[in-house]
Every structure is written in C-alpha cells, then in structure tokens.
T-cell receptor, first 111, second 118 residues
Framework: AQSVTQLDSQVPVFEEAPVELRCNYSSSVSVYLFWYVQYPNQGLQLLLKYLSGSTLVKGINGFEAEFNKSQTSFHLRKPSVHISDTAEYFCAVVRGNQFYFGTGTSLTVIP | DAGVIQSPRHEVTEMGQEVTLRCKPI?????LFWYRQTMMRGLELLIY????????DSGMPEDRFSAKMPNASFSTLKIQPSEPRDSAVYFCASSYGGQVGFYNSPLHFGNGTRLTVT
C-alpha cells in the first residue's frame, strides 16, 4: 500500500506567487513526516520534518508545512517563490526503520 | 564535513559488464542506504545497513545486484551482469540513528551516480 501520495506531478508557478505542494499519507503509518528537495544533478536535501509537537513546521528557504491529522495531509507551502526554488520536491514518511518517498512534485518557477 | 561522497558521478557501460558503485558515508553515521531513481519508478530503496550489517535487502531487484559494507566508511553496490534496464541514478545516503532511531536525523544524500547501460 502506498504510504505517501503526492497529488501533483508538476506545478508551474510565477515568481513571487505563493505555492502549495500537496502530500497525503497513509493513516496506518507512523507520523514522522518529511519534505526533501532535489536540485538538478544533486541528491536530496532535507527541507523540514515533523516528529511531534506543533503542527506547523518551518523549514529552510522560507518553506513551511502543516501536519493535519484529520485529513492525513502534510502540505508544503511558501508565500512567495523565487526562481531558485525550481526543483523536485519529495514528501516522505518513516515506517519501521525505512524512509518511504512519494513520487515527487516538479516545481517550476516562471519568471 | 565533505558530505556523502559517491563515485563515479557517471558510468557508461555495455550490457553484460560488471559495474561497481562506491560510497563513503559521513563519518559517525551508523545507517547507510542505497536508492535507485528512475522516471518510471521514482526513488526506490534497494538496501540499507546499520553498523555495517545489511538489515533489509528486499528492494534489491535480483541476484545480479549485491551490496557490501566492509567498514564504517565504505560501501559498494555491484551489478553483474549489467542490463539496459539498470540505467538509472543510484544514490547513497547516510544518517545517524544511535539509540533513538534514525528518523530524528535527516538523510544525507550523495550527488548520485548516473549509470547508463547500452
């Protein structure tokens, strides 16, 4: 069963506009949730993580995500995107001793 | 800290040849993961080690794939014989789990090895 679902494979957005990248997780998995970013020709880097506590998590580069238990979601948001935010974004969960990654969302920021 | 180091960055080989990918994790990390990334299947976990011991290799596609971690600072992923469908980007990642569990520590990825099998 899919642990993580990223609903949008591609998201184009104009520079300085807000963006939301959607992620839903299986309610059967533990609620350790992550967002990673992959820039071209590089490995993945951690943006932010939710382990417990406040449901609003702030990460690097102005990104934030909100854990919503009732909707089993962990959407990533940024109020104003830059050209440099163009990248692939992956939502991930931990189950047991493994990370499970979503299929990724390609964010393209249009000048 | 140099981060996770993978070599080579690019590998082009002919079908049937042996391919060896190398990884040096971050010093002090006790977990090491090998992932494969393709357009069709996304990121797939192949195998992971804890304290140099393979814990779960259920993601290894078939017997042509093997991975070793002879010490805490080095791991290899070998494909023998290679096939065109093995073409992908292979990532190594490491993290520190200790007594708490590795989820409290992010995965640190290398820049990957892009493998092309013709």
């Amino acid at each position: 069963a899919q642990s993580v679902t990223q609903l949008d494979s591609q998201v184009p957005v104009f520079e300085e506009a807000p963006v939301e990248l959607r992620c839903n997780y299986s309610s059967s998995v533990s609620v350790y949730l992550f967002w990673y970013v992959q820039y071209p020709n590089q490995g993945l880097q951690l943006l932010l993580k939710y382990l417990s506590g406040s449901t609003l998590v702030k990460g690097i580069n102005g990104f934030e995500a909100e854990f919503n238990k009732s909707q089993t979601s962990f959407h990533l948001r940024k109020p104003s995107v830059h050209i440099s935010d163009t990248a692939e974004y992956f939502c991930a969960v931990v189950r047991g001793n493994q990370f499970y990654f979503g299929t990724g969302t390609s964010l393209t920021v249009i000048p | 800290d140099a981060g996770v180091i993978q070599s080579p960055r690019h590998e082009v080989t002919e079908m049937g040849q042996e391919v060896t990918l190398r990884c040096k994790p971050i010093s002090g990390h006790d977990y090491l993961f090998w992932y494969r990334q393709t357009m069709m299947r996304g990121l797939e976990l192949l195998i992971y080690f804890n304290n140099n011991v393979p814990i779960d290799d259920s993601g290894m596609p078939e017997d042509r794939f093997s991975a070793k971690m002879p010490n805490a600072s080095f791991s290899t992923l070998k494909i023998q014989p290679s096939e065109p469908r093995d073409s992908a980007v292979y990532f190594c990642a490491s993290s520190y789990g200790g007594q708490v569990g590795f989820y409290n520590s992010p995965l640190h990825f290398g820049n990957g090895t892009r493998l092309t099998v013709t």
